[in-house]
């Protein structure tokens, strides 16, 4: 059964910094685009990064790119995104897609597995 489980949310103060993981189970990641959404309370889900089979990685702002790095470990088959300079408006439910396929596509529709989801929660 393919799975992906996100870990590493939690409450943070402004100007901090979290480590989110989705580890994946019932297939190999080296073989998926995988990603990172979020969506805060009342807004749709939005993308934060992506990184294709080889490794690429694709920030949807630049804001983003700025502060937040997506990677992956093949051999542990987990996926990863460092958040740092953490600013209020970054609150919002972290989830993790994934689509078997060596190229990514920045639209949210195209991923077809999904994380529950990882809270994060910046106070100012």
């Known amino acids: 059964q393919v799975q992906l489980v996100e870990s590493g949310g939690g409450s943070v103060q402004a100007g901090g910094s979290l480590r989110l993981s989705c580890a994946a189970s019932?297939?190999?990641?080296?073989?998926?685009?995988m990603g990172w959404f979020y969506q805060a309370p009342g807004k749709e889900r939005e993308g934060v990064a992506l990184?294709?089979?080889?490794?690429?990685?694709?920030y949807y702002t630049a804001s983003m790119r700025g502060r937040f790095t997506i990677s992956r470990d093949n051999a542990k088959n987990t996926l990863y995104l460092d958040m740092n300079s953490l600013k209020p408006e970054d609150t919002a439910m972290y989830y993790c897609?994934?689509?078997?396929?060596?190229?990514?596509?920045?639209?949210?529709?195209?991923?077809?597995?999904w994380g529950r989801g990882t809270q994060v929660t910046v106070s100012s």
């Open positions: 897609a994934a689509k078997r396929s060596s190229y990514c596509s920045y639209a949210r529709s195209w991923f077809d597995l």
């Open positions: 019932g297939y190999t990641v080296s073989t998926y685009c």
């Open positions: 990184i294709d089979s080889a490794g690429g990685a694709g």
